[in-house]
């Protein structure tokens, strides 16, 4: 890369022409900005990126044709993205995501331009708005501004001018990318790019996945867990001794079985594996039996409650994490296994607690 001369403010002023897209963290501070070269959104076209933040209400981008009716605006309302955008000054379309983002946890974020059309997907939400308009095309002239507007844009020359009142962003975004391709970043103020650190930090590498740092870029290695994706957030089917390990979904009200009663258990040595992510601090994982003869798994304050009753007495263990939670939203891996009395629980290949039940399976 060539050189590049800028003017340091206190915080970092950049104005490098052949800087491309990096991971950056927003201060929120008066006078942040950056823009980069312009968003082909004119009929098709997507825009996707990470962010992490703790704000309910920021501007996280805009573009417009110059002032006349076409605009394009991505804010954080409450806590979650709102999008709008018009053409041909139509009524504005309006749509406003359910997933909240100011958690401090990183979110996938994807604009995808389809004529008329807008979609907005967040995570695992996606929805799409579309505008009434008699032309199909978006006029767009403006370059993309991201995280605010720069104080030397007039007024007149926004389309929607109410868009550089909007409260700045606060936090970090990251792998912005238009299509495939890395935006050009054209200049910004009171924006920080010297993070080598955000691996240690704020990894947005989901279940254990690697983080590492390559041109501006945030990248993933997923090779030693069982999941896949950019991030590593998509658990992969697998097949293990011939059955296929699969993923269920649970929002509260849900349970399934499976009827055991035509195989019942009679063995000296048993073994019982799942893995879970969960926000929540209670709530049953697993239960076999019936009556005092039963197995029974659960989450307690955020700790494994295991509890085994084999007719005479229940074995009852809590195992806890070192630090935090077990309901912190990523996967952790249980297994349970007896030995004639002998009853160890393992979670994540680390946390072991061991003891004994009353009596033997019968």
Request: charge should be negative; include cysteine; hydrophobic fraction near 35%.
């Amino acid at each position: 890369m060539g050189s590049c001369k800028g003017e340091l403010s206190w915080f970092l002023f950049f104005a490098c022409l052949l800087l491309t897209g990096l991971a950056l963290e927003y201060e929120g501070v008066p006078g942040q900005w950056t823009r980069y070269g312009q968003w082909d959104a004119k009929t098709t076209g997507e825009l996707s990126f990470i962010l992490r933040t703790n704000i309910s209400r920021a501007l996280v981008l805009y573009l417009d044709d110059g002032g006349n009716c076409d605009f394009l605006e991505l804010l954080i309302t409450n806590g979650r993205l709102q999008m709008r955008f018009t053409i041909h000054c139509a009524e504005p379309a309006t749509l406003h995501t359910e997933t909240p983002i100011n958690d401090l946890r990183w979110h996938r974020v994807l604009l995808a331009r389809n004529f008329r059309e807008t979609k907005l997907v967040v995570d695992n939400e996606e929805k799409v708005a579309e505008v009434k308009s008699k032309r199909k095309e978006m006029a767009v002239a403006s370059d993309l501004y991201v995280g605010g507007i720069s104080p030397d844009v007039r007024l007149s020359a926004l389309t929607s001018s109410t868009v550089k009142y909007e409260p700045l962003f606060q936090g970090f975004i990251t792998n912005l990318k238009l299509g495939e391709a890395l935006p050009m970043l054209l200049d910004g103020q009171a924006v920080h790019n010297d993070l080598e650190y955000i691996c240690d930090i704020h990894s947005p590498c989901s279940n254990k996945g690697l983080c590492s740092i390559s041109q501006g870029e945030v990248l993933c290695d997923c090779i030693n867990t069982s999941f896949r994706g950019k991030y590593c957030q998509e658990a992969v089917q697998r097949e293990v001794e011939g059955q296929e390990e699969s993923v269920a979904t649970f929002k509260g009200n849900e349970f399934f079985s499976y009827n055991l009663s035509q195989t019942p258990i009679q063995s000296s040595l048993d073994e019982i594996t799942l893995s879970f992510r969960t926000l929540q601090r209670n709530g049953l994982l697993l239960h076999t039996g019936k009556s005092a003869d039963y197995v029974n798994l659960s989450l307690r304050n955020g700790a494994l409650w295991l509890v085994i009753n084999l007719g005479s007495g229940a074995f009852e263990a809590l195992v806890e994490p070192t630090s935090g939670k077990f309901n912190d939203n990523v996967w952790h891996d249980v297994r349970v296994t007896r030995n004639l009395r002998q009853v160890t629980i393992l979670v994540d290949g680390i946390l072991t607690t061991t003891g004994y039940t009353q009596e033997d399976y019968t």
